[in-house]
């Protein structure tokens, strides 16, 4: 007895209870399948369905128009009054109008002098250009090192202000305001709005202000970004695609059809006067940009768009920065339409048509429809109907439908075509945290307010060769500092549908599936963008 090793033994009934159970939950999900789970899962897939008509409808109209602009179109300065403002030996710069920049900032470290030096150096008369720097940083040697650079340009006798407040109220709404209530701004015509990493050549003014100087009906002039680090990593360069499709299509179609698009935050020329007519920066989302943009709209102001003035600025390069850049982007459109849709039905100024356009295409499609389809349909219900063969999805929507928006969406950035399947699954997976942030914009969840500030770490510095405090690290072999369990599960999820779709399905949906549970699965670990040590 002694040599016997002991053994644990399963009592015999255990597999047969273990049977039972299993036979009773089968049983449970064949009787709720058919009365519940399919008609449910089938009216998803049909609804599903009409947001890619729609959203394929809207981006066959914008590819239309984009078409027409290009070929037929008059160029901006023919469709508008230009006439360069000339220097005048007699009158001296008084031609000139007083113009502000306003270069908000807050902890901005790693590119506070590239703005300020590249507003120092534009090409007006320093008499009839006011610079103001409105810093909210918290880190006083932060704060130091910028008031210090602002000395720095003052003592060559630029007119540089350095203006902090005694809180952060509003956020960047909040800190334009205010500068625009200075007693030494009274007396400019139009403001000009940099973010810290944004860098206009000499010639930005001279090239906008003439449009609204003799365009009085004009409120704002639009420039384009240009991204000095897009070759930086994978993720800046998904983020160029997505950005070049917005400014080369949607905010050229806005600006020639209807006069109207949203304000980009920055890089952009306001006449003040359009600012107080249509009520001044508010902090009510975190779209102030947009949100100012709709309200001079509604009362009969014009934007215009110029897509060959061009300003350089960064894109986010780490991950955690990027997923709170796209929270605040999503969520607040989705909030301001909450806020507006009915001011913009019941305003009496616009015509018809651009009440459309705005309602319905740009902000429910583009703001709502687009982040809703790609994750509902992509992420959760064609995986689904896997697990569901009951419920067919017509290969024109699973397939045709998101190929053709694809190739649209790839007219913007033609370099990086090559790219375009990597940047569906990206997409795919940020859908997620963009359908989650419009959710709780429209229904004015708590963090519907949610203001962080899109770190930048100077990269485009550190391509010319200034690589001070910028470390990069291969992921593959750092332990993320945070779980990115939405995504964990999601990759979880997807995977368990790829492996049944391999075993029992017929339309080898599980390629699809193993590659987006892969792209779930990196961004679930952080492995994407600029590694920077904490």
Request: aromatic share 14%; hydrophobic share 45%; net charge positive.
């Amino acid at each position: 007895m002694d040599g016997v090793s002991p053994k644990f033994v399963l009592p015999e009934t255990f597999d047969g209870v273990k049977m039972e159970i299993t036979g009773q939950l089968g049983m449970i999900w064949e009787l709720v399948k058919a009365p519940v789970i399919v008609p449910l899962l089938q009216l998803a897939v049909y609804i599903c369905l009409l947001m890619s008509l729609m959203l394929l409808c809207e981006r066959v109209y914008m590819g239309i128009v984009i078409v027409l602009v290009k070929l037929f179109w008059k160029k901006p300065h023919k469709r508008y009054k230009f006439e360069p403002i000339q220097d005048d030996e007699e009158l001296g710069s008084s031609n000139f109008p007083v113009v502000l920049v306003q270069i908000p900032m807050f902890n901005e470290r790693e590119v506070y002098k590239l703005s300020i030096g590249a507003a120092s150096g534009l090409a007006w008369p320093s008499d009839r250009l006011v610079i103001q720097v409105l810093d909210d940083s918290t880190d006083p040697t932060v704060k130091q090192m910028v008031e210090t650079e602002c000395q720095r340009w003052a003592s060559k006798g630029i007119n540089i202000r350095y203006q902090i407040r005694e809180n952060r109220v509003g956020y960047k709404a909040g800190a334009l305001k205010e500068g625009l209530k200075r007693s030494y701004v009274k007396h400019c015509e139009y403001v000009v709005i940099f973010d810290a990493d944004f860098q206009p050549e000499p010639d930005f003014l001279r090239r906008s202000i003439p449009f609204l100087v003799h365009n009085p009906n004009i409120a704002l002039v639009q420039a384009r970004w240009r991204f000095v680090n897009s070759d930086e990593c994978l993720l800046t360069r998904m983020q160029e695609m997505s950005l070049d499709y917005h400014f080369t299509v949607e905010q050229e179609v806005g600006s020639s059809t209807h006069a109207f698009f949203g304000f980009n935050g920055t890089a952009g020329i306001w006449r003040i006067a359009a600012i107080n007519e249509a009520g001044g920066w508010k902090d009510r989302t975190t779209v102030e940009d947009m949100d100012l943009a709709v309200r001079a709209s509604l009362r009969g102001w014009k934007f215009l768009y110029l897509g060959d003035l061009q300003v350089k600025s960064e894109l986010p390069s780490t991950f955690r920065a990027f997923r709170f850049q796209q929270h605040r982007w999503s969520c607040g459109p989705a909030n301001l339409f909450r806020k507006m849709a009915m001011e913009i039905i019941r305003n009496k100024k616009v015509r018809f048509w651009k009440k459309v356009y705005v309602i319905y295409s740009f902000f429910f499609v583009r703001k709502v429809i687009a982040h809703w389809v790609t994750f509902c349909f992509y992420c959760v219900v064609l995986p689904l109907t896997i697990l569901v063969p009951e419920v067919k999805v017509p290969i024109w929507g699973s397939v045709y439908i998101p190929s053709i928006i694809t190739i649209l969406n790839s007219v913007g950035t033609p370099r990086s075509i090559h790219l375009l399947f990597y940047w569906i699954l990206f997409e795919n997976v940020m859908s997620l945290h963009r359908t989650k942030a419009t959710l709780i914009g429209l229904f004015e969840a708590g963090r519907a307010n949610e203001w962080v500030v899109t770190a930048k770490l100077g990269s485009g510095q550190s391509a010319k060769g200034n690589t001070k405090g910028l470390k990069k690290f291969p992921r593959i072999f750092k332990l993320p500092d945070r779980l990115n369990t939405l995504e964990l599960g999601f990759a979880a999820f997807l995977f368990v549908c790829g492996c049944y779709d391999y075993v029992h399905g017929k339309n080898n949906y599980f390629i699809y599936l193993f590659l987006q549970t892969m792209s779930f699965f990196i961004s679930g670990l952080g492995w994407i963008g600029t590694y920077v040590p904490s």
